[in-house]
């Protein structure tokens, strides 16, 4: 029975946190502020490469490609202006916010399935199912920052 409850309670996590995610004002999130600010030892997102984050982060679900209507599309085929940089770099900071709340947020289940099988459970939605994510938003918005500030430079140079 404590595995049926950690996995309902998870598969309701996720579906609240997903919408809460979405109506979530964008402007409370500020790339350049902490705590999504890269950490000087993060250097600039360059030490997520030392796991090869760079080859895996477009294997794991990505939430704008399963629902594209309701989520801003992640990739950068086409050049986004200075506006769209912006909401992507927004958007970067609710998806890290929104994963490290639920990795608050699951440790219940080591109430809903006392012993091993709680404690299992919560690595897994902790180490799987919530930090790559967290990851890959602290590996791509120091890039996206840089694009956004360049643009914002010449747009200032340009007025």
């Known amino acids: 029975m404590g595995f049926l409850y950690c996995l309902l309670y998870a598969i309701a996590l996720g579906i609240i946190s997903f919408l809460l995610g979405r109506l979530l004002p964008k402007s409370w999130f500020h790339f350049d502020r902490a705590p999504f600010r890269a950490f000087g030892w993060e ?5 997520y490469l030392k ?3 760079n080859r895996w982060q ?24 200075q506006q769209g940089l912006l909401r992507m770099l927004q958007e970067t900071c609710v998806a890290e916010a929104v994963h ?9 289940c080591l109430w809903l399935w006392p012993g091993a099988g709680g404690v299992i459970a919560c690595l897994v939605y902790v180490l799987l199912g919530n930090l790559p994510f967290i990851l890959i938003q602290r590996y791509n918005r120091p890039r996206l920052a840089r694009m956004y500030l360049r643009r914002q430079k010449q747009k200032e140079g340009t007025t």
């Open 100 to 108: 490290v709340v639920l990795c608050v947020l699951g440790l219940p």
């Open 51 to 53: 796991i090869d984050i």
């Open 43 to 47: 250097k600039d997102g360059r030490v």
């Open 58 to 81: 477009n294997r794991v679900p990505d939430m704008s490609r399963i629902f594209p209507g309701l989520m801003p599309a992640k990739s950068l085929d086409r050049l986004p202006d």
